[in-house]
């Protein structure tokens, strides 16, 4: 599986961006993707992630209610929808792909994805 991610920029704080992830190559039909994000000096973290089949979703607290996950199946696509943008969300945003998701539970760790993208910055002034 390739991922390519894309849509990063600069905005200003309050404002909307949204990221696209494409995958190519084998996919799985049980595959879950996410997004993870990582500022200068920071682990990598957990922002959200759906179920390709279902396409139930999942959140980090911290952008909850601000930032939608969905998908395109006919294009193999991810979207992370960023809405009231704050200072804080400056980071490089990365797509993942778990090919294993587990029925009752979402991989929300660095080490349980198994494909990844290059990343796109996305940088928030105040």
């Known amino acids: 599986v390739q991922l390519q991610a894309s849509g990063g920029g600069l905005v200003q704080a309050g404002g909307s961006l949204r990221l696209s992830c494409a995958a190519s190559g084998r996919t799985f039909s049980s595959i879950g993707m996410g997004w993870f994000r990582q500022a200068p000096g920071k682990e990598r973290e957990f922002v959200g992630g759906?179920?390709?089949?279902?396409?139930?979703?999942y959140y980090a607290d911290s952008v909850k209610g601000r930032f939608t996950i969905s998908r395109d199946n006919a294009k193999n696509t991810m979207y992370l929808e960023m809405n009231s943008l704050k200072p804080e969300d400056t980071a490089v945003y990365y797509c993942?792909?778990?090919?294993?998701?587990?029925?009752?539970?979402?991989?929300?760790?660095?080490?349980?994805?198994?494909?990844w993208g290059q990343g796109t910055q996305v940088t928030v002034s105040s």
């Open positions: 759906i179920r390709w089949s279902g396409g139930s979703t």
């Open positions: 993942a792909a778990d090919r294993t998701v587990a029925a009752t539970y979402f991989s929300r760790r660095v080490y349980e994805y198994d494909y």
